[in-house]
Every structure is written in structure tokens, then in C-alpha cells.
């Protein structure tokens, strides 16, 4: 009878509340579970998303010119990346960094040759979150078409957009109060000749022969309209 009664008593003992493993530091938690809280993304507005007829889109810039107001953010977790005077120029939908900010992390086992600039690059990540790769890090002094000589190393060359295929995804966002203020800093910023914007940045399914293509098309249906239009005249 006392076994039974041992029985009864262990079946009805209550199993610890959810207050009471919280209250024991964890030690009801499987091990391995980190206790840090996931990443949330942040709500963005449209003008800061791709896909949205209301996208801002970055301008190309000269190198080494002043890029006061500009920062970009972490799409997955929102942190600030990048600066303006951490900003070192714009080019095809890329900032080009001065130095090596420490929003961003990479690790020496994770790098990749870039055969056009014949030189090893690494993948660059979000150091707050982590989550996001959001571009690529050139330690040392590189050789390319680019002909920049104001360049820096190390530096990294963070993507604000990405293509896939044809479709665009945000690598990053452009941080602002709100559209109209991100509008007058874009519209103060230095650009090249003839400046606009190209891109996206260049990825394993964008080529930059097939980018030239597609412009050098707009322009000859330009062309084509005007010279139709004047003929009609």
C-alpha cells in the first residue's frame, strides 16, 4: 500500500510552471539554446524597398567627394552600416567605404577570389546581427578598369540592392526621418558626369556586359521615338 500511495503521490505532483524554470536560471532550457532574442526586422517604408515604385535608388557619386547625410542600415536588423564620412564613393548601386567601419565583420576563412579584379575578396556581414551578408571586403590594393586612385584599403563595398535572376531584393536600406529628407540628401550629393543611377550591383545572375546592354537598348528605343517624331513633323 505505501508503494502504491508512493504511486499516486508522484503522479499528482505538479510539474514545474513556466514561472518556475524561469526562476531557475534556465536549467529546464535544452542545452545549446542561446537566449538571445531573435532579429526582428524593422517595419521599412516603401521608398526604402526595391520592388516599390517609390524606391529611392542612390546616385553615382565622386570618389572622395562629400557624402554628409547619406547612411545605409542593415535590412534584416536595421543597425547602421555606413556613413557619410565613412562613404568613399557610389558606384552601380555599391558604396565603396573608407577604411574598414566596424558595423561590418568578415572572417579570413570565408573569402573568395573576384577573377575581375584578380584579387581575393571576403564576404562581409552585418556585425550586429550578423544575418546579412551585405557585401564584400578587399583588404589589400587591387588593378581593374575602375582607375580610382583615391580608393582605400581595406575597404568594403557594400550592396544597397541585388539582383536574382530579374528580380531585385534589398542588401541594404537608406536610412532618413522620412522620404523627404532622404530625398534633399541624395539631391546634395556629388555626382559624376551624367550622373544617375546604375545598377543593381553586379551578381552571378548580372553580368555587367548584359547591364550594358540593356542601357545601350533603352537608349537606341530613345533614339528611335526622336527620330520617328521629327519624320512625323
Same mark, same amino acid.
Given at each position: 500500500?505505501?508503494?502504491?500511495?508512493?504511486?499516486?503521490?508522484?503522479?499528482?505532483?505538479?510539474?514545474?510552471?513556466?514561472?518556475?524554470?524561469?526562476?531557475?536560471?534556465?536549467?529546464?532550457?535544452?542545452?545549446?539554446?542561446?537566449?538571445?532574442?531573435?532579429?526582428?526586422?524593422?517595419?521599412?517604408?516603401?521608398?526604402?524597398?526595391?520592388?516599390? $515604385?517609390?524606391?529611392?535608388?542612390?546616385? =553615382?557619386?565622386? *570618389? +572622395?567627394?562629400?557624402?554628409? @547625410?547619406?547612411?545605409?542600415?542593415?535590412?534584416?536588423?536595421?543597425?547602421?552600416?555606413?556613413?557619410?564620412?565613412?562613404?568613399?564613393?557610389?558606384?552601380?548601386?555599391?558604396?565603396?567605404?573608407? +577604411?574598414? *567601419?566596424?558595423?561590418?565583420?568578415?572572417?579570413k576563412t570565408d @573569402?573568395?577570389?573576384?577573377?575581375?579584379?584578380?584579387?581575393?575578396?571576403?564576404?562581409?556581414?552585418?556585425?550586429?546581427?550578423?544575418?546579412?551578408?551585405? @557585401?564584400?571586403?578587399?583588404?589589400? *590594393?587591387?588593378? &581593374?578598369? &575602375?582607375?580610382?586612385?583615391?580608393?582605400?584599403?581595406?575597404?568594403?563595398?557594400?550592396?544597397?540592392?541585388?539582383?536574382?535572376t530579374t528580380t531585385?531584393?534589398?542588401?541594404?536600406?537608406?536610412?532618413?526621418?522620412?522620404?523627404?529628407?532622404?530625398?534633399?540628401?541624395?539631391? +546634395?550629393?556629388?555626382?559624376? &558626369? +551624367?550622373?544617375?543611377?546604375? @545598377?543593381?550591383?553586379?551578381? $552571378?545572375?548580372?553580368?555587367?556586359?548584359? =547591364? =550594358?546592354?540593356?542601357?545601350?537598348?533603352?537608349?537606341?528605343?530613345?533614339?528611335?521615338? &526622336?527620330?520617328?517624331?521629327?519624320?512625323? =513633323?
Amino acid at each position: 500500500s505505501s508503494r502504491s500511495s508512493s504511486r499516486s503521490s508522484s503522479r499528482s505532483r505538479p510539474s514545474p510552471s513556466p514561472r518556475n524554470k524561469k526562476d531557475a536560471g534556465g536549467l529546464f532550457a535544452p542545452s545549446g539554446r542561446s537566449s538571445k532574442p531573435a532579429v526582428q526586422r524593422p517595419h521599412w517604408k516603401s521608398w526604402q524597398l526595391c520592388r516599390s $515604385k517609390d524606391m529611392m535608388y542612390i546616385p =553615382e557619386t565622386v *570618389p +572622395g567627394s562629400d557624402h554628409k @547625410g547619406l547612411s545605409l542600415g542593415c535590412f534584416q536588423c536595421g543597425a547602421v552600416l555606413v556613413k557619410g564620412s565613412e562613404i568613399h564613393k557610389v558606384k552601380g548601386g555599391s558604396i565603396w567605404s573608407k +577604411g574598414l *567601419p566596424s558595423t561590418i565583420k568578415y572572417e579570413k576563412t570565408d @573569402g573568395f577570389y573576384n577573377p575581375v579584379k584578380k584579387t581575393q575578396a571576403f564576404k562581409a556581414s552585418c556585425a550586429h546581427c550578423g544575418k546579412n551578408r551585405v @557585401g564584400d571586403v578587399y583588404l589589400t *590594393p587591387y588593378k &581593374d578598369s &575602375d582607375q580610382d586612385s583615391k580608393k582605400s584599403f581595406p575597404c568594403v563595398k557594400i550592396r544597397h540592392v541585388y539582383t536574382r535572376t530579374t528580380t531585385e531584393f534589398n542588401n541594404t536600406v537608406l536610412l532618413a526621418p522620412d522620404a523627404v529628407s532622404a530625398r534633399r540628401v541624395l539631391n +546634395g550629393l556629388t555626382l559624376i &558626369d +551624367g550622373g544617375g543611377y546604375r @545598377g543593381p550591383a553586379v551578381t $552571378k545572375t548580372s553580368h555587367p556586359v548584359a =547591364e =550594358e546592354l540593356r542601357s545601350l537598348k533603352k537608349m537606341f528605343a530613345k533614339l528611335q521615338k &526622336d527620330i520617328n517624331e521629327k519624320k512625323d =513633323e
